[in-house]
């Protein structure tokens, strides 16, 4: 499917969103970077009107099941929070010791280099692989396969065992970030 198949048309539906670190760097390798993904999604339910159902934060992508309150947009949201996390997370790949700074400032900077929107460097790929969810058979179908990333990845048996995902809310425990069970 082309990216004009993920396009948002209802900015209040329920939707399963993917965002994806360009060329699949494997940034939240890194506790510090995690918790600003997590930080972040729990500041725009607190103060954006989202609302996430499911999450599941990965290597290098982060898979959501969420929508946004009326009077929001979920493109606005989106917007603001990839903006926001890819300052932050640059920010602490340049400032903070890493590895492999270099080798990954220069994969940013080289997707970036050929849209001119892009000052410098480019975190997030474009698209946000946006699904919308018109029913709660699809709805829990997401949730399942979101939470079952990790499990897929072998790094851990059970779905609630995963730290970075809203699997252990679902098990009674509560996580890092405000979700909201269906």
Known sequence: MTAENYFIKDQNAVHHLTFTVVDWVDV???????????????YCIENKGLEVFAWCLMSNHIHLVCRAHESYNISDIIRDFKKYTAKTILGNIINQPESRRDWMLYRFEFAGKFDNRISKYRFWQDTNHAIQLD?????????????????????VWKQEDYLFSSACD?????GLVNVQIV
């Open 28 to 42: 939240f390798t890194r506790k510090e970077h995690k918790m600003v993904i997590a930080d972040s999604l729990n």
């Open 135 to 155: 029913s709660n058979q699809m709805i829990e179908q997401r949730i399942n396969y979101t939470h079952d990333n990790p499990v897929r990845a072998m790094i």
């Open 170 to 174: 679902y098990a009674g425990i509560k």
